[in-house]
């Protein structure tokens, strides 16, 4: 390896932990803050840990019940997440595979439904939640994120490049029916792209606000982004006890990201073996 070579590497790694560092200050900033007063935080810029955090906690538990919050949240997530996959991976997979009349036109819709605010219709879903009784229960932020237009479009999109028709047809010879292939050909073959996609729906129905906070009045049913912000009065907020939270709040979407990038790069790996 020559020198230019080394010194361009050099630059490279240079740059991606520039990168990688810019990425973890705000973390870092944020564990840093939970462990310092109200008025510390208020006043100056953190760099140490400060001896607050035991304190900050005690005040966070005798708030909010948050531990109920995580465990709402994590069930509201998890099977929202998954009734969301399982969905676009079928829609997407249909649209890519099957032909009909008005397929293009139909998916032309679909996208264009990524376009529109989902606040644009918080009026008419809450009172279409209202109308099916499903207020004050988790089955608003559940059915909500089925077939996510996003998720169809990733999946048709990885479903074009990298599943041969073959294998459908191959399926059917066998007599698998149509649902028997897809969950037993189709959906393992999707594995990259449902991880990568169940990243994004995981952390959209972990960190959602505004849909819990409107139908939900119980609030020992609350998820915890809501529970969070409930530390926050009209005059005075407790910052300490909100970064705590916050730090609790975060820990599962690194757990979730780091398992999801693994079967990405796994799938990834058996993909380059193969070819």
Same mark, same amino acid.
């Given at each position: 390896m020559g020198i230019k070579q080394i010194f361009v590497r050099g630059i490279i790694y240079l740059f991606l932990i520039a990168v990688a560092v810019t990425c973890l200050i705000p973390f870092y900033s944020m564990i840093i803050t939970s462990t310092h007063t109200n008025t510390d935080i208020a006043q100056k810029l953190l760099f140490l840990p400060g001896d607050q955090l035991a304190e900050n906690y005690k005040r966070l538990m005798g708030s909010v019940n948050i531990w109920r919050g995580f465990a709402n949240s994590v069930f509201v997530a998890v099977v929202a997440t998954a009734l969301d996959l399982y969905t676009a991976a079928l829609v997407g997979y249909g649209f890519s595979k099957f032909k009909?009349?008005?397929?293009?036109p139909l998916f032309a819709i679909v996208l264009a439904t990524m376009m529109v605010p989902g606040q644009l219709g918080i009026i008419g879903f809450y009172k279409l939640m209202d109308t099916f009784h499903m207020l004050d229960t988790y089955w608003p932020m559940i059915l909500t994120g089925?077939?996510?237009?996003?998720?169809?479009?990733?999946?048709?999109?990885?479903?074009? /490049?990298? !599943?041969? $028709? /073959?294998? !459908?047809? $191959?399926?059917? !010879?066998?007599?698998y029916g149509e649902f028997q292939i897809f969950n037993r050909i189709i959906l393992p073959l999707l594995?990259?792209?449902?991880?990568?996609?169940?990243?994004?729906?995981?952390?959209g129905k972990w960190n959602d606000f505004l849909t819990p906070m409107i139908v939900l009045f119980d609030n020992n049913k609350q998820t915890l982004p809501v529970m969070i912000a409930s530390l926050r009065s009209q005059f005075t907020a407790d910052f300490g006890a909100q970064y705590v939270g916050i730090v609790i709040s975060v820990v599962p979407i690194l757990v979730f990201f780091s398992a999801m990038s693994k079967r990405i790069i796994s799938g990834v790996a058996a993909g380059a073996v193969k070819g």
């Open positions: 009909f009349r008005f397929r293009n089925m077939s996510n237009a996003f998720g169809v479009f990733m999946v048709k999109q990885f479903a074009d /490049e990298s !599943i041969p $028709s /073959e294998l !459908i047809e $191959s399926g059917r !010879i066998d007599g594995g990259p792209a449902m991880a990568t996609y169940a990243i994004f729906a995981f952390i």
